[in-house]
C-alpha cells in the first residue's frame, strides 16, 4: 500500500514541480521533514521522491527563466542581487577546494557530502527566486511549519509506543534524539511568537497547538543540547518579541509542561541535572569538550583549508598527546577511538575540517541575517507589517536556539538552517520595500 502511494505521488509531484515551481519547492520541504525512509522502515523505496521533487521544480523554475511561461529575467537578477545566494555557492566551492587541497586521504564520503552542499545551493538559490512576495513567504512557513506539527505528532505517538528518545524520528537528515532537538528548536519559536501576536482568536489556538506539541517534541528527546538551544531562543525571543508579559507567562507554563513530561520519562533529570549540580560530566559530555579542544588544534595547525570533509576522526589522532597531561588517560582513550567524531558543528566541523575558506561564509551567512535585522529595525521603527516582523522575529529566536544546538552536533549538512536563514533574508527585504515614514 505504501508503494502505491509513492508510484502516485511520483507523477503527481512531477506536475506540480514542472506548473508551480513554488509548490515544488514546498513538497520538497514536506518530504525532508516527513522522511520516505520513516515510512519504510529504513529502506530506500520513497527516495525518488526527493529527486522527482527537486528535478521537476528546477525544470519549471528553468522554464520561468527562459521566457516559457513568465517574464523571463525578472528571477535571475533578483537571485543574483541576494548575498545568501553567493555566500551557499562559496560554501560549497569551499568545500571541493578544501577536498582538492587537503594533504590527508580523504574519507570514501567527502564528495558525496560535498555534494550534498551543492543540493543545498541549489535548494537556496529555489527558495531566494520562488519565495519574494509576502504572501508566498506566509505560505512557505505555513506549509513548513505543518510538517513540522506532524512531526512532532508523530514523535509523541513514537515516545508512548517505546522509542524513549525519539531516535531515528528524523530518519536520515536529522535521526538521534539531539538533531530531533535542535530541529524542533528552530521552528518552536516561530510557533510561540505568532501565538502570541496574532489577533484571530482560531489562529492563536492554531498557532498555541503546534508550540505545544513542538515543546514537548523537544523535551522527550530529553536532550541536554536541545535543553540549552530551547532556553537561547526562548532569551532571544523575550527581548525581541513584541509580547514580552505573555512570553514570561508561556515561560512558566512551558517549565511545568518541562516538569510534568520529565516526571514521566523518569530519565530525563537524570540527563539534565548534572548542568545544575556541578558534578562531573559523563563522557558524552565530557569526551565533546575534548574533541573540541582537538578541533580548535587542527584548526590552528590548518587555518586555511583545513583538513576535508569527514576527515576529522583520522586527523584528530596526532592530538591525543597534546592533551595527555592535562585529561584523564580513560577519558582520552574514549574521545580518540578510531570511529569518534567531534560532535560540534563548528569546533569539529566546519573550522578544523573546512579552515576559514568554509568558517568565513558560513558564520557569515548566519551573522548578517542578524545585522540586516538590525539596520532594518533602524529604518523601520513603526513597523510598517507588524505581522511579518513577528514571524521574524520568531524565526531569528529559531535559528539562535538551533545554533547554540549545533555547538554540540554534526549538523553542517542539514538543510533547515540555511533555508531558514534565506527566507529571514526575504522577510527583511520585504520590510525594507515598505519602510513606513518616522
Known amino acids: 500500500m505504501r508503494q502505491l502511494l509513492v508510484y502516485i505521488l511520483i507523477p503527481v509531484l512531477a506536475i506540480i514541480g514542472i506548473i508551480y515551481p513554488f509548490y515544488g519547492l514546498c513538497s520538497y520541504m514536506v ?8 515510512f519504510f522502515w529504513g529502506g530506500h523505496t520513497g527516495n525518488i521522491l526527493f529527486n522527482v521533487t527537486i528535478g521537476s521544480t528546477l525544470l519549471g523554475f528553468i522554464a520561468v527563466l527562459v521566457g516559457i511561461r513568465t517574464a523571463p529575467l525578472n528571477n535571475l537578477r533578483y537571485l543574483s542581487g541576494c548575498r ?137 528527546t530529553q536532550s541536554r543540547g536541545g535543553l540549552l538551544g530551547l532556553i537561547a531562543a526562548l532569551l532571544y525571543l523575550l527581548l525581541r518579541t513584541r509580547r514580552k508579559g505573555m512570553l514570561l507567562l508561556f515561560a512558566g507554563l512551558a517549565a511545568l509542561i518541562f516538569t510534568f513530561t520529565s516526571l514521566q520519562t523518569g530519565d530525563t533529570f537524570k540527563r539534565f541535572e548534572q548542568f545544575a549540580s556541578g558534578e562531573e560530566l559523563d563522557y558524552s559530555g565530557a569526551s565533546r569538550i575534548v574533541l573540541w579542544k582537538a578541533g580548535l588544534l587542527i584548526f590552528k595547525d590548518h587555518p586555511f583549508i583545513g583538513v576535508g570533509l569527514l576527515n576529522f576522526a583520522d586527523a584528530k589522532a596526532p592530538y591525543r598527546y597534546a592533551l595527555a597531561d592535562s585529561e584523564d588517560p580513560a577519558l582520552l582513550d574514549y574521545s580518540f577511538a578510531g570511529y569518534k567524531v567531534g560532535h560540534g558543528t563548528f569546533f569539529a566541523q566546519i573550522m578544523p575540517e573546512g579552515g576559514l575558506l568554509l568558517t568565513i561564509p558560513y558564520l557569515w551567512l548566519i551573522i548578517q541575517l542578524f545585522i540586516g535585522a538590525y539596520r532594518m529595525r533602524k529604518t523601520n521603527r513603526h513597523l510598517s507589517d507588524p505581522n511579518l516582523h513577528d514571524l521574524l522575529v520568531g524565526l531569528q529566536a529559531g535559528v539562535v536556539g538551533n545554533c547554540v544546538c549545533n555547538i554540540f552536533i554534526n549538523n553542517l549538512f542539514m538543510y533547515f538552517l540555511p533555508i531558514q536563514i534565506l527566507i529571514g533574508g526575504q522577510i527583511i527585504r520585504q520590510l525594507q520595500q515598505h519602510v513606513n515614514p518616522q
Do not use: C
Not at 518530504?31 to 520513516?38: D, H, K, Q, S, V
Not at 543545498?120 to 520562488?130: M, Q, S
Open 31 to 38: 518530504i525532508n521533514i516527513l522522511r520516505p525512509e520513516m
Open 84 to 220: 545568501e545566494f553567493w555566500l551557499l555557492l562559496w560554501i560549497w566551492i569551499a568545500t571541493v577546494v578544501t577536498l582538492l587541497l587537503t594533504s590527508y586521504p580523504l574519507h570514501p564520503r567527502s564528495w558525496y557530502y560535498s555534494n550534498e552542499l551543492l543540493k543545498l545551493f541549489i535548494l537556496g538559490a529555489l527558495t531566494l527566486a520562488l519565495v519574494v512576495s509576502k504572501e508566498h513567504i506566509y505560505r512557505f512557513q505555513h506549509i513548513v511549519m505543518t510538517a513540522v506539527t506532524l512531526l512532532s505528532i508523530w514523535g509523541i505517538e513514537q515516545r508512548f509506543r517505546g522509542n524513549e528518545r525519539l531516535e531515528g524520528l528524523g530518519g536520515s537528515a536529522f535521526g538521534d534524539s539531539n538533531g530531533v532537538a535542535a530541529f524542533g528548536v528552530l521552528y518552536l519559536p516561530i510557533a510561540l511568537n505568532m501565538f502570541l501576536t496574532v489577533n484571530k482568536t482560531k489562529e492563536k489556538l492554531l498557532w498555541l497547538f503546534s508550540f505545544v506539541v513542538i515543546a514537548l517534541l523537544v523535551i522527550l
